[in-house]
C-alpha cells in the first residue's frame, strides 16, 4: 500500500496569507490527524478527521481549520498567516490505535 | 490530564554502546495506550511500537527493546549495541481512547550516535 502523502512538501508565504496543505491517507484509513511541530512547542495535536466529520481539536486558533473529503484526502487551512506558523505540518491517517505519518510539509511564513 | 514528559532532551553516546531513552506519562485512565516514534533527519515519523495498558509484558524487536512499568508510569526505550543510523529524535506518546482518544506526544529525545 502507498503510505500517507502531503502536498507540497515545501511552502514559503508571507504574513497575512492563507495557505493550504493536503495530505492523502493510507487506502482504507478512513481517520486523518494533523500536527504541528516546532523546535519550541514540539508536536502539537491540531485535528482530527474521521468520515468526513471533525472528532477531536486541539487548542489552536479558529484560523486553523480543516476539513475531510468522502475519498479520506484531507486539507488543513491557515488563514492570515503568522511568522509563529512556521513549522513542519503533519499529517497522519491511523489504522484502529496504529498511526502513520506522511513527509510533512515545511511552511515557512516571511 | 494525560501528559508524557521526557525528560532528556539530547543524549550522545559512540557507537555500540547500549542507550535508553525515558518516557513518563500520566493519566487518569485505566485504558490507555502508549507509543514510540522515530524522526530521522528527513522528518517524517516513523512508528516503532504501540502498547496498551493492559499488557505489561516486555517487546524486544531486534536491536530495540521497551520496558513499560505501570507502577512508576513508565514505558523506557533502550537501543543495544547502537548504531549511527539510530541517531534521531524519539517521541514517546500516549493516548486514552475512552476520552477523546487523541495522541499526545512528549517534547522528544535528540540521540546522536557517534562513530
Known amino acids: 500500500k502507498a503510505g500517507v502523502t502531503q502536498t507540497p512538501r515545501y511552502l514559503i508565504k508571507t504574513r497575512g496569507q492563507q495557505v493550504t496543505l493536503s495530505c492523502s491517507p493510507i487506502?482504507?484509513?478512513?481517520?486523518v490527524s494533523w500536527y504541528q511541530q516546532t523546535p519550541g512547542q514540539g508536536l502539537q495535536f491540531l485535528f482530527e478527521y474521521f468520515s468526513e466529520t471533525q472528532r477531536n481539536k486541539g487548542n489552536f486558533p479558529g484560523r486553523f481549520s480543516g476539513r475531510q473529503f468522502s475519498n479520506s484526502r484531507s486539507e488543513m487551512n491557515v488563514s492570515t498567516l503568522e511568522l509563529g506558523d512556521s513549522a513542519l505540518y503533519l499529517c497522519?491517517?491511523?489504522?484502529?490505535?496504529?498511526?502513520?505519518f506522511g513527509p510533512g510539509t515545511r511552511l515557512t511564513v516571511t | 490530564a494525560q501528559k508524557v514528559t521526557q525528560a532528556q532532551t539530547e543524549i550522545s553516546v559512540v557507537e555500540k554502546e547500549d542507550v535508553t531513552l525515558d518516557c513518563v506519562y500520566e493519566?487518569?485512565?485505566?485504558?490507555?495506550?502508549l507509543f514510540w516514534y522515530k524522526q530521522p533527519p528527513s522528518g517524517e515519523l516513523v512508528f516503532l511500537i504501540r502498547?496498551?495498558?493492559?499488557?505489561?509484558q516486555n517487546e524486544i524487536s531486534g536491536r530495540y527493546s521497551w520496558n513499560f512499568q505501570k507502577s512508576t508510569s513508565s514505558f523506557n526505550f533502550t537501543i543495544t549495541a547502537s548504531q549511527v543510523v539510530d541517531s534521531a529524535v524519539y517521541f514517546c506518546a500516549l493516548s486514552e481512547p475512552n476520552r477523546d482518544d487523541k495522541i499526545i506526544f512528549g517534547k522528544g529525545t535528540r540521540l546522536h550516535i557517534l562513530p
Open positions: 487506502s482504507g484509513h478512513r481517520s
Open positions: 493519566t487518569r485512565d485505566t485504558t490507555y495506550y
Open positions: 497522519a491517517s491511523r489504522d484502529h490505535y496504529e498511526q502513520y
Open positions: 502498547r496498551n495498558s493492559f499488557d505489561e
